[in-house]
């Protein structure tokens, strides 16, 4: 609760959000003006206006917590922020580490778009590179150990033994298999730089790792599931307790990013990673080379 008020007291005095409108303030002046109008109406009823007075009070409380709900809805928009969400998006992630930028990446001006921009790519591309690294490690771990019983190809070849090391694996997948991989990694990374159709761009408004929708595509191709909480389980979860799967997701994904390359830095350099020492594969290929020995742009 302490970190969800903290974020949003800080995202009230960040610049990026958009500040209460005109029309917000005159009605709350209007709704604390009333009262004084009101005992102007005694004549046909002598006997209220004594009473009239009395009812300030409720309604000032009532235009204070509307402004409250208002002014809270508007301090976790849908939108990229600037520096100050950073910092406590760190804090709240790392309380000792806190806000760390050696780089000083969130100074930058990529492609001259301003803060919101840059800030908007980064975050996505963290948060993006987290995921990947969570399935990957995931993947890593199962396939390590256990391997689909039916043929991977139509000519009745099998599933890559899992006595191969998870690199070894993936060189042994056919390069058509591969080729379907990534094409279909390339569909879900043009679905996303195009917002779905209806979401504006991570660099433009839209919160950073926020998938979209496949909505326009059920309606004008076929049914497909959403790629995000394809049943809806997360609609009815508070705004606190989305900030807080965000802090789990960020922190998760960091942690993935260093066991996977843990792993591969222990199959490559044998003794590199002396915790890994007992479980890793010697590998002698190259794991950031895709299609070793099946394709090259430079062979």
Known sequence: MKLALAF?????SSNA????????TSTILRADEEPTSMPEEPASMPEEPTSMPEEPPPMAEATTTMAFEETTAMVVPDVVSGRGELTVLADAANPLVKFWDPLNLAEADFYGGGEEYTIGFLRQSEIKHGRVAMAAFVGYCIQSNYHFPWKQTLA???HPSIDLSP???WDAVPANAKWQIFGVISALEVWDECGGGIMPHYTKGRQPGKYPSFQLFRDNIHFVLDLYDPFGFSKKMSAAQKEKRLVMEVNNGRLAMLGI???????????????????????DGDPMVPFQGQFSYFS
Not at 8 to 12: D, I, K, R, S
Not at 17 to 24: D, K, N, S
Not at 262 to 277: I, Q, R
């Open 8 to 12: 949003l007291a800080t995202l009230a």
């Open 17 to 24: 959000f958009v500040a209460p409108g005109l029309g917000r």
């Open 156 to 158: 009745g070849d099998m």
């Open 167 to 169: 690199e070894q694996q």
């Open 261 to 283: 390359f843990g792993f591969l830095v222990a199959d490559k350099l044998p003794g590199a990673v002396p915790l890994l020492n007992g479980i890793a594969i010697p590998y």
